[in-house]
């Protein structure tokens, strides 16, 4: 199981100031421990058949946007085609970190208003690209467990060799939990000084039950 700490240390305002540091400073501490991360989720994948991963934390405000945004930056970078979904149907962040419109996304497909290939965004970061989340609906749990969702996840898996997805905290809602078991592993992003030691050892025990793979843990430390 993949453990590392992004630490602050002198990086720390950059960090807060810059959220895609992975791209903004690729020669910072915290760029290298990104590729560190990347690296470990790439060693996950030598088989080809885990290619898609969930990142999520125990609550909000714990850093899994920020996290999710620079490992797909890094994944990028090292000439992966990868595609970062926002799955937060009800706080969606990736739109604001990345600065790209959010009119049309995930949910927009899963209610079939748009294909699939129509929503997505294209970067100028390696091989990036992004799909936001979309209208905000009033059914996001059912739209999560809905076969579009599947076939959405399969269809990516034909044009991108990572499929990474942000969601929602899994101690929250239901949302993660149905999310969770239909990717090949989820990444657990904890802060240092606001997770509790109880919170973080119910959300793995929450994953284990909805039958998710837990292939690391990641302290946020910025």
């Keep these: 199981m993949i453990r590392l700490a992004i630490s602050k240390g002198?990086?720390?305002?950059?960090?807060?100031?810059?959220?895609l540091v992975a791209y903004t400073h690729p020669e910072s501490i915290i760029s290298e421990q990104f590729r560190m991360l990347?690296?470990?989720?790439?060693?996950?994948?030598?088989?080809?058949r885990s290619r898609t991963f969930l990142i999520t934390s125990p609550n909000k405000g714990e850093g899994k946007s920020t996290t999710a945004a620079n490992l797909a930056i890094s994944l990028a970078l090292q000439k992966e085609k990868v595609l970062l979904i926002d799955a937060n149907l009800r706080n969606p962040n990736l739109d604001s970190i990345f600065k790209i419109p959010n009119s049309v996304g995930?949910?927009?497909?899963?209610?079939?208003?748009?294909?699939?290939?129509d929503a997505i965004h294209?970067?100028?970061?390696?091989?990036?690209?992004?799909l936001t989340s979309g209208s905000i609906p009033i059914n996001p749990g059912e739209l999560l467990s809905s076969p579009l969702l599947r076939e959405t996840l399969e269809t990516s898996l034909k044009?991108?060799?990572?499929?990474?997805?942000?969601?929602?905290?899994?101690?929250?809602?239901t949302d993660t939990k149905l999310l969770a078991n239909q990717?090949?592993?989820?990444?657990?992003?904890?802060?240092?000084g606001k997770t509790l030691l109880d919170q973080?050892?119910?959300?793995?025990k929450v994953l284990e039950f909805a039958k998710a793979t837990l292939i690391g843990v990641v302290m946020n430390e910025c």
């Design 10 to 19: 002198k990086n720390n305002v950059m960090a807060k100031k810059r959220p």
């Design 38 to 48: 990347q690296a470990n989720i790439k060693f996950s994948m030598k088989d080809k």
């Design 106 to 117: 995930l949910t927009d497909i899963l209610i079939g208003r748009t294909r699939f290939y």
């Design 122 to 130: 294209h970067t100028e970061i390696g091989r990036l690209d992004i």
């Design 159 to 173: 044009s991108y060799d990572v499929v990474l997805i942000d969601s929602h905290s899994v101690l929250e809602l």
């Design 183 to 192: 990717c090949d592993g989820v990444v657990l992003v904890i802060q240092k």
């Design 200 to 204: 973080a050892v119910e959300a793995k």
